[in-house]
């Protein structure tokens, strides 16, 4: 059933990881890797198919057709989410953080025209998103939908994210990956043994992202081998001053590996960085996860 929705979908085979071929300072004391999951999907690009999988199958399986979810006006997880419905006929109810009906962004757009039901809703009402009575509220007036919470990082996404750990034929020393809500590093942690998995934070979120790490974890989780580290959101979440611009346009230039400035731009700029300060042990095999978004460049 798995292959028969990925086929449906048209996502791509994962790709084993490839030596990032870049000349950064210090970079000759380590040995880095990156995995491209962009290059799973155009649009259900790289984290979000992870996350997603086995909740999507399980809907396709039951034969559900209503689902609800969350997110901002530039959500790569809406995006990802409302193209992967209209391909398998499930109706998607999308509650957007903010009132963009007068000038609706490239990523609203796309969802309006592939049936998405776009309902925006003020900043107060959004923060409801994960309380049970609005979720109970929401069900009933969706058609007993599934609901589907924001980033869809939930319990259910992990195994997904796992398989990017279960797949490697090679052990890494460390693995380091953007978080917004959570869900990818949640996986990471869930599956990993060997590597320290390193996250970096790309909104404020110091505290916060952590405890989003831990609520998603099994109460059965015993690795405790992982951070997140805050001070590369350049600000806040979307945030793009010209110094993270620019290293996006000349990372791209470099090694032709597309990124933007919301996800994977902060993580390559935090990877250059540590890696210049030699934040590592001598000749370490790190892993660089490129967990896609290229869609979310389009407002920038
Ligand atoms: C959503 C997203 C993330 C954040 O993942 P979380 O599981 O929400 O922490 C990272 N990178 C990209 C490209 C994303 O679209």
């Not at 689902?67 to 109706?91: D, E, M, P, R, T």
């Not at 997140?228 to 959101?233: G, S």
Request: contains cysteine; proline residues 4%; aromatic residues 10%.
């Amino acid at each position: 059933m798995l292959k028969k929705l990925s086929s449906l979908l048209e996502i791509n085979a994962d790709q084993a990881p490839s030596r990032l071929d870049i000349d950064w300072p210090s970079s000759e004391k380590y040995d880095i890797w990156v995995k491209r999951d962009d290059l799973l999907h155009p649009i259900i690009s790289g984290n979000k198919w992870r996350k997603l999988k086995y909740a999507l199958l399980a809907i396709y399986q039951q034969k559900q057709t209503s689902i609800v979810s969350f997110g901002g006006g530039h959500s790569n997880h809406l995006h990802a989410l409302a193209y992967a419905c209209h391909k398998l006929n499930i109706q998607l109810s999308a509650i957007v953080r903010g009132d963009y009906s007068r000038n609706p962004t490239p990523m609203l757009k796309d969802i309006a025209a592939w049936g998405t039901d776009i309902y925006y809703v003020d900043k107060k009402t959004y923060q409801k998103r994960d309380e049970p009575d609005y979720l109970a509220q929401l069900k009933q007036r969706f058609k007993q939908a599934i609901i589907i919470p924001e980033g869809g990082s939930q319990a259910a996404a992990l195994e997904g994210v796992g398989e990017i750990i279960s797949q490697l034929t090679d052990s890494f020393d460390y693995i380091i990956a953007p978080v917004g809500s959570g869900g990818t590093l949640a996986g990471l942690i869930a599956t990993s043994s060997v590597a320290r998995i390193v996250g970096i934070g790309v909104l404020k979120g110091q505290g916060y992202l952590e405890q989003q790490v831990t609520k998603l974890l099994p109460c059965s989780n015993t690795n405790h081998n992982w951070e997140i580290l805050h001070q590369y959101h350049f600000g806040g979440y979307a945030k793009q001053p010209v110094e993270l611009t620019a290293f996006c346009a000349q990372f791209t230039e470099q090694t032709k590996i597309p990124i933007e400035p919301v996800y994977s731009g902060k993580l390559f700029f935090a990877a250059k960085d540590l890696i210049q300060k030699q934040a590592f042990p001598l000749n370490s095999r790190i892993l660089l996860l490129h967990t896609g978004g290229l869609q979310g460049a389009r407002s920038c």
